[in-house]
């Protein structure tokens, strides 16, 4: 059985083959300390797997706007979205209007 790092760089240098243009990119520079923090923490304890894990997922919103999740879990029973969003990178440097639109892709 794969350790944690192993694992994780299996997992991303999977996803990256198989992705083009934006998703590549999206997946290279999206994918950063707290989206592994979690995966290590929280995730691989519980799952022991990445399967059917899916970083940087690209979905429209209700706009049709394309966002990315920080992950989509896809079994076979269900969808979930998963997002961490850290104080540095979503609140720190937000007037009202990309709070209120923060908070609507979050709901969404």
Same mark, same amino acid.
């Given at each position: 059985?794969?350790?944690?790092?192993?694992?994780?760089?299996? *997992?991303?240098?999977?996803?990256?083959?198989?992705?083009?243009?934006?998703?590549?990119?999206?997946?290279?520079?999206?994918?950063?300390?707290?989206?592994?923090?979690?995966?290590?923490?929280? @995730? @691989?304890?519980?799952?022991?797997?990445?399967?059917?894990?899916?970083? /940087?997922?690209?979905?429209? =919103?209700?706009?049709?706007?394309?966002?990315?999740?920080? *992950?989509?879990?896809?079994?076979?029973?269900?969808?979930?979205?998963?997002?961490?969003?850290?104080?540095?990178?979503?609140?720190?440097?937000?007037?009202? /209007?990309?709070?209120?639109?923060?908070?609507?892709? =979050?709901?969404?």
């Amino acid at each position: 059985m794969m350790n944690f790092e192993e694992a994780h760089q299996a *997992f991303i240098a999977h996803h990256a083959s198989r992705r083009t243009g934006e998703r590549k990119g999206r997946l290279l520079r999206g994918h950063n300390y707290a989206e592994k923090l979690l995966l290590q923490n929280v @995730w @691989w304890p519980l799952f022991g797997s990445f399967d059917y894990l899916h970083p /940087e997922y690209e979905i429209y =919103d209700w706009n049709r706007k394309s966002q990315f999740l920080d *992950f989509a879990f896809l079994p076979p029973f269900g969808r979930f979205g998963l997002e961490c969003d850290g104080f540095q990178s979503h609140v720190k440097d937000m007037d009202r /209007e990309k709070f209120s639109y923060s908070l609507n892709r =979050d709901t969404f």
